[in-house]
């Protein structure tokens, strides 16, 4: 199957200043991907490209099977896209103005009620539909933004920065909606906020200074293998004999007497973290395997950017 977003090595220059420096990736049909990135990462330039709103100074770019170079209309046909802070119009109605967006996607007669009550539905905006738009919530404002695009299910939805500004109650509602639609629809979701996107994508890419710097970084995490511990006796030597153990990269402790390990990735070296502890008499309560670290590979990976920038 064709994937059904394709970026090949975008580049964008603004001025003297570049922002995206030779991106590309795909995305699959049905996946929730998240692009994860500092602010200023070139993420809100590279959803722009994909949507259609802007060109990009070199590379190209494909959507639904259309290029955006060459049929960005019909492309856009396929695309829903919420930009961050979206620019509503504040003198319409909620319903209103949900009806006009239905009828510039094509919309005529009874379909433009049925397309604006399913939108309002799924995004629980029926309270708010004779408001005018300049007198809701931010919380009430993103869910307009994200019900206008989600009119006419498109299978492909682009969202910069959905929860940001949102309260507790409002990000949990925006996140299971985000994860509804996976399978359903093709979605990818920009953030700087690596629990955000952790809690919602089945993948996650990193761009950081306008470089693509991995398209899995949950592949790339649950390749090195981590290990918590529950030991007591001595700090110190406790350390020591861990970090003598073969394939070890790293041991830490913490006050409780909990020590986290990581090792060479592939390789697998549970028993002999337990034989080095027992030989030599320490009392070994809990050896158990943690998940993967993606804080750990974000910074990695960010840190070795911006290292190589200076």
């Known amino acids: 199957m064709l994937p059904v977003i394709v970026a090949d090595r975008l580049v964008k220059w603004y001025g003297a200043r570049p922002a995206l420096r030779g991106v590309s990736f795909t ?3 049905g996946e929730i991907v998240g692009l994860l990135g500092p602010n200023g990462s070139g993420k809100s330039t590279l959803l722009r490209i994909l949507a259609g709103y802007l060109p990009p100074s070199a590379g190209s770019a494909r959507v639904a099977g259309f290029e955006l170079g060459e049929a960005s209309l019909a492309a ?8 961050e802070d979206a620019p509503l119009y504040d003198g319409m109605r909620v319903g209103e103005f949900l009806r006009f967006m239905a009828r ?3 919309y005529r007669g009874p379909q433009v009620e049925r397309a604006t009550a399913d939108a309002a539905d799924r995004l629980q905006l029926g309270a708010v539909l004779g408001m005018p738009i300049a007198k809701l919530s931010r919380g009430y404002r993103q869910r307009v933004a994200i019900a206008q695009a989600l009119i006419g299910d498109p299978p492909v939805l682009l969202l910069d920065e959905p929860t940001s500004a949102l309260d507790a109650y409002q990000v949990i ?7 509804s639609l996976a399978g359903r629809c093709t979605v990818l979701v920009a953030s700087h906020v690596l629990a955000e996107i952790e809690r919602v994508a089945t993948r996650i890419m990193i761009l950081s200074d306008g470089r693509l710097l ?9 390749l090195t293998p981590r290990f918590r511990l529950q030991v007591a006796g001595e700090p110190v030597a406790i350390l020591a004999c861990l970090r003598e153990v073969s394939g070890v990269l790293s041991a830490a402790a913490d006050p409780s007497g909990t020590y986290t390990v990581e090792a060479v990735p592939g390789s697998d070296i549970a028993k002999d973290l337990a034989r080095c502890l027992v030989e030599r008499g320490y009392a070994l ?20 950017t911006t290292e190589a920038a200076a």
């Not at 991995?214 to 649950?222: G, K, L």
């Not at 809990?286 to 990976?301: C, I, K, M, R, Y």
């Open 173 to 179: 509602a925006i996140r299971e909606l985000v994860r």
């Open 285 to 304: 309560s809990q050896l158990v395997t943690v998940g993967p670290d993606l804080e750990s590979v974000f910074l990695a990976l960010t840190r070795q």
């Open 104 to 106: 510039i996607k094509g």
């Open 76 to 83: 856009r046909r396929h695309i829903g896209y919420v930009p």
């Open 214 to 222: 991995t398209a899995d970084a949950m592949r790339e995490a649950s």
């Open 27 to 29: 995305v699959g049909a």
